[in-house]
Structure formats: structure tokens, C-alpha cells
């Protein structure tokens, strides 16, 4: 952090290049603003491993920091001082000399169906071709429709939905998260959200994460305003699930948790990535030990056989 004088700080936010990056680093400036109206804030845009390939399937890609590890470098140089992430993009151990110092109030966490054909799953003609990159959502489709075709899809949003309509690309429909759609101004008549008892989201999904160097008290000072401690304890709950069944955010791994009267609910899933087999578990514990049930419902799936799912 740089400081014009001793009233006027200036705080420089990493950003991804996309749009929607972009867009949630944007947001979390006026968050800040909001709290803190004489700190002065800088952007700094980063090309990562994700954004710069787009060819190949993220599964085939998806090791740990391929949407992060450019941001996550820069702070550790002092070029940034804050890198504002897709909490489920965010691997779930911190970095070393890393720590997640914001986690603001929640967007909706549920998946999207985009097609011009149906409104829900169930209703796609036979043999659907759906256009996804995630395990997670692809086992969860063919759990309720084995007929249907996974096709990856890369690119930003407006990439995706130019796709969906050229009919050279063969999709019926794609799926995307609703926190971003929303986040971008996107309200298509078209789409429709997929109730969670069809699909769950992935852990943390429409929530950010702001990243910070672990032993840089006064950014974190500035943080703690939009810090949301209901959201910080559901999506602790998720990643301690995901963490538990020693994975990363490419597995079909599903979670979400809720909040109420000081207590937290978390539902999860472990698939196998045809949807020919599922392990759920759920549970609920006070919201202080949010991670402990994460974990010791991670150890549930494992000892019903979650580890052979995920091999």
C-alpha cells in the first residue's frame, strides 16, 4: 500500500481482464468506498493460466491456481494489494503469506439453464447437446438425463451465449452461474435458475473472496467492513467439505451451506463424473464450528466410498 499522506491511502486491486473479474473488482472498490470515502484506489489488470487458454477442457488444466496464481504472485511482490477472486475459483488452502481478509455478502448461488429450447432439464429435447466445463454440473445432468451430450464451452459470458446461438456450435443450452449473470446485467428471458435439489453449486459459487498479504494489518483493517460473517461461516462450512476430500475445484464436488438462528446447514455431494453414482451427505452444527462439520461430513463421503468416486 502506498500513501499520498498520512489522510489519503491508496489501495491498488489486482483484477483478472474478463468483464465480470472486472466487474467483482469494481464492486468491491465502491464496497470500500462506501465504508472508507477518502481512500483512493488504483486497478491493476493480469492475464492468468485460465484466461489465456482457452482451448483446452478446465479439467484437463484445472490444477490448483489457474485462475489465481498471477494475482496471488503480485501481491506477494507488492505490485497489488488486494486481489478480489470467484471465491470457488480460489484454491482451498491459502497461499503461503496469503490470506483471504473479505469475504462480502453472498450473490445467489444457484446454476443457470440458458436455452431457447426449455426452461428446466427435465424438458430438453432428447440427446440435448449442453455446454458446460464443470465435472460437477455434467454428472449432476446426466444423474437426471443420461441421454443428454456434454460439451465443453470456454470463453466470458458474451463468448458463451454467441455460441449457444450459432448453430455451428450444436449447443441446446448451456449452463452458467446466476451470481455472474447478474453481476453483469445479463436478464434473459431465456433462462432460467436450476433448483438446488436438481443441482447444487460448487463451493463457495456467488460468493468473492479478497485476497491479502497475511501480515498487512492495516489493508485488513480496511477489510473487516465488508467482511459478512454469515457468508464467511456457509462458504467456510463448503470449502472444509471440499478440503476434507483432499480436492480442488475442477472435482465433481457440490456444497452449499446455509445460515439460520446461529446455526449452520450444509448439503453435499460427491459424484462420479458419468452421474452413474452419488455419495450425499447433510448435517448442521452452531455456526462457530462451521468447519469442523465441513470436515467431518467429508469424512462421511469418504468412508461410503467418495475417494473411489473421485479417483
Known amino acids: 500500500m502506498t500513501r499520498q499522506n498520512s489522510a489519503m491511502p491508496t489501495i491498488t486491486l489486482g483484477s483478472r481482464r474478463s468483464l465480470l473479474a472486472q466487474t467483482q473488482t469494481r464492486l468491491i472498490g465502491q464496497l470500500l468506498q462506501a465504508a472508507w470515502p477518502d481512500l483512493q484506489l488504483n486497478t491493476q489488470l493480469l492475464d492468468t493460466q485460465g484466461d489465456l487458454n482457452r482451448r483446452d477442457p478446465l479439467p484437463t488444466i484445472g490444477g490448483k ?3 489465481t496464481l498471477e494475482l496471488e504472485n503480485a501481491l506477494r511482490q507488492g505490485e497489488i494489494d488486494l486481489a478480489v477472486h470467484s471465491l470457488k475459483d480460489l484454491p ?7 490470506t483471504i481478509v473479505a469475504v462480502p455478502e453472498r450473490a445467489t448461488p444457484h446454476d443457470m439453464l440458458i436455452s431457447r429450447h426449455a426452461t428446466r432439464l427435465e424438458d430438453l429435447p432428447e440427446g440435448a447437446i449442453i455446454g458446460t466445463s464443470s465435472l460437477r454440473r455434467a454428472a449432476q445432468i446426466l444423474a437426471i438425463r443420461p441421454d443428454m451430450q456434454i460439451k465443453d464451452i470456454r470463453g466470458n459470458v ?6 449457444l446461438d450459432d448453430s455451428a456450435e450444436g449447443y441446446t443450452a448451456i449452463i452458467l452461474a446466476q451470481a455472474g449473470l447478474n453481476r453483469l446485467g445479463y436478464h434473459l428471458d431465456y433462462a432460467r435458475p436450476i433448483p438446488f435439489e436438481v443441482m447444487l453449486p460448487a463451493p463457495g459459487q456467488g460468493a468473492l473472496g479478497v485476497q491479502g498479504r497475511a501480515d498487512d494489518e492495516s489493508i485488513r483493517a480496511y477489510m473487516q467492513s465488508l467482511d459478512h460473517a454469515d457468508t464467511r ?3 467456510t462450512a463448503e470449502r472444509a467439505f471440499l478440503a476434507g476430500l483432499g480436492g ?4 465433481p464436488v457440490a456444497a452449499l451451506a446455509t445460515i439460520n438462528d446461529s446455526q449452520v ?3 453435499a455431494l460427491v459424484a462420479k463424473p458419468d452421474g452413474l ?13 462451521a468447519a469442523m462439520l465441513g470436515q467431518s461430513l467429508a469424512q462421511e463421503a469418504l468412508a461410503h466410498g467418495a475417494r473411489q468416486l473421485l479417483a
Open 92 to 98: 482451498i488452502e491459502d497461499s503461503p503469506g496469503l
Open 248 to 251: 480442488g475445484c475442477a472435482l
Open 65 to 67: 491456481g489457474l485462475f
Open 277 to 289: 453414482r452419488f455419495i450425499k451427505v447433510n448435517g448442521h452444527a452452531p455456526i462457530t464450528d
Open 265 to 267: 446447514s450444509l448439503q
Open 233 to 235: 461461516a456457509a462458504v
Open 158 to 163: 458474451d463468448t458463451r451465449l454467441r455460441k
